[in-house]
């Protein structure tokens, strides 16, 4: 299997197009979005995120928030209780959710050659040559979803500040399926069927540079963090708090 370099976080100052390649979804409620508010300032659209319980979603720490939108509904978050290590936060909401996704907490290695749907919500925009894709007014908080397929496994490591987070991923790569993750899809959902039910596998997270090399398009291939790898640490967390 060819190496994937995959070495760029899906920023959420940066435009793009959500799900390359991806439709519109109906379903998959429990995908929404994060918003970072800052102090005296209009919210903005940072990333996406899964409501995993009744009071609880699940997101990465590279685009986290203060208020999520789950289903056309805004949510306070409590508290961001970010992982000491990896780029994976849970973010514990002031109201009870409608939707929520169950989680498979499936080893990577009997991951390798799963189909998986990509739902993840984020700004849509048109391809304009030399440009990269510039954001299409109105189109913040449209879920979309798409197929692939797991390709492997391993770690990413993101620079934040004066810290580094190493994470356990998952793997795709964009030539093999039909949609690939894109800026702004950051915390959006892995689904795989498993039980007869589509369950959460891992977290939208990193991509690697687009053919062209432009930072401003999507990756050729992707990562997001696996769920599995932090089973332990996502149920006493939620039990904790």
Not at 40 to 64: E, F, N, P
Not at 174 to 183: I, N, R
Request: some cysteine; overall charge positive; glycine content about 16%.
């Amino acid at each position: 299997m060819k190496a994937l370099a995959l070495i760029a976080a899906l920023a959420l100052t940066v435009p793009g197009l959500p799900l390359v390649g991806a439709k519109d979804e109906p379903m998959f409620q429990a995908v929404g979005n994060t918003f970072y508010a800052p102090p005296g300032g209009d919210s903005m659209l940072a990333g996406s995120c899964v409501a995993i319980g009744k009071y609880w979603a699940i997101g990465v720490t590279h685009a986290g928030g203060q208020k999520l939108q789950l289903d056309g509904k805004f949510y306070n978050v409590v508290k961001q209780l970010r992982h000491p290590t990896a780029d994976l936060s849970l973010f514990k909401l002031d109201q009870p959710v409608k939707y929520a996704a169950p989680i498979y907490y499936a080893p990577a290695e009997q991951l390798v050659g799963k189909g998986i749907k990509l739902v993840s919500c984020g700004v849509g925009g048109i391809e304009m040559k030399g440009q990269g894709h510039v954001i299409t007014a109105g189109s913040e908080g449209t879920r979309r979803s798409g197929f692939n397929t797991v390709s492997g496994f391993g770690e990413r490591s993101l620079n934040r500040g004066s810290q580094v987070l190493t994470s356990k991923v998952l793997l795709y790569d964009l030539g093999k399926g039909e949609a690939g993750m894109a800026p702004r899809d950051s915390g959006g959902g892995w689904f795989m069927v498993a039980g007869g039910n589509y369950r959460l596998i891992a977290l939208c997270a990193y991509i690697s540079r687009a053919p062209n090399g432009s930072q401003f398009d999507y990756g050729a291939g992707g990562a997001g963090i696996h769920l599995g790898a932090y089973k332990d640490w996502i149920e006493s967390t939620v039990a904790r708090n």
